[in-house]
């Protein structure tokens, strides 16, 4: 498989990708989701604080192809977002699953971690994406 997929964190439908860490999230946009979007130009940060719901819209991606939604894995409130991708938005391209992680979010029900897809289910889902 061409795209970076990581062991030990959770991806959803829409190609965001979550880590838990204590009862934080960690978000950003998958690699297919990158690589998908090309090369990132803006990204529009929630603010500290806002409530996030699972499925909505939580951020903005604008790329050169297109502008994108990041969507919410989980509930929560945003408690960090990635400043750094106000200057470099193309770390996103660079390093989706580590300087690329666009915001953190307290978690309000685990379960809605637990329910996002592992690696192996998330590498089949990407091969179906593909095959379309």
């Not at 030990?8 to 439908?13: A, D, L, P, S, V």
């Not at 999230?25 to 690589?35: E, H, I, K, M, N």
């Not at 940060?45 to 502008?67: H, R, T």
């Not at 699953?97 to 897809?117: C, F, H, T």
């Amino acid at each position: 498989m061409k795209y970076k997929i990581v062991d030990g964190i959770r991806y959803t439908k829409k190609h965001e990708w979550a880590r838990q860490e204590g009862d934080t999230v960690v978000v950003g946009l998958s690699d297919y989701a990158q690589d998908k979007l090309g090369e990132i130009v803006f990204v529009e940060l929630p603010d500290v604080g806002a409530e996030v719901e699972v499925g909505k819209g939580s951020a903005v991606i604008e790329s050169v192809k297109a502008v994108a939604d990041l969507y919410a894995p989980v509930d929560g409130t945003v408690v960090e977002v990635n400043e750094e991708l106000l200057d470099q938005p193309e770390l996103i391209n660079s390093d989706p699953y580590g300087a690329g992680w666009v915001y953190k979010v307290e978690i309000k029900d685990e379960n809605q971690y637990a329910s996002l897809m592992d690696k192996e289910t998330y590498e089949k889902y990407v091969v179906e994406e593909e095959e379309k």
